[in-house]
Nanobody
Framework: QVQLVESGGGLVQPGGSLRLSCVAS????????MGWYRQAPGKQRELVAH???????DYADSVKGRFTASRDNAKNTVYLQMNSLKPEDTAVYYC??????????????WGQGTQVTVSS
């Protein structure tokens, strides 16, 4: 069974920084694209950033220049460095990944989410 577990959320003041981590565990043959999404109260879940296995990234316009996604393929881990945080970044952040499981099938998996609150 493949699981994604996020960590690193919390409360931070505007202008501050946080670093989120997400580890994919289980019997995994390969992990392709990994990404971060977020969902604020009363809003739809939206893409924050994607990073493929080779390191190419794609960001939502609202976070470009402030957030940086990176990954460690050996550890099946993806990170999200968030700088210059704004109150509108407040949301539950979810990790997702395209995983090739031991059964030889690709699937999209989601983490349980981690709360990020930006407030003074």
């Amino acid at each position: 069974q493949v699981q994604l577990v996020e960590s690193g959320g919390g409360l931070v003041q505007p202008g501050g920084s946080l670093r989120l981590s997400c580890v994919a565990s289980g019997i995994i043959r390969s992990v392709n694209r990994m990404g971060w999404y977020r969902q604020a109260p009363g809003k739809q879940r939206e893409l924050v950033a994607h990073i493929n296995r080779g390191g190419s990234t794609d960001y939502a316009d609202s976070v470009k220049g402030r957030f940086t996604a990176s990954r460690d393929n050996a550890k099946n881990t993806v990170y999200l460095q968030m700088n210059s945080l704004k109150p509108e970044d407040t949301a539950v952040y979810y990790c997702n990944a395209d995983v090739l499981s031991a059964r030889g099938t690709w699937g999209v998996y989601w983490g349980q989410g981690t709360q990020v609150t930006v407030s003074s």
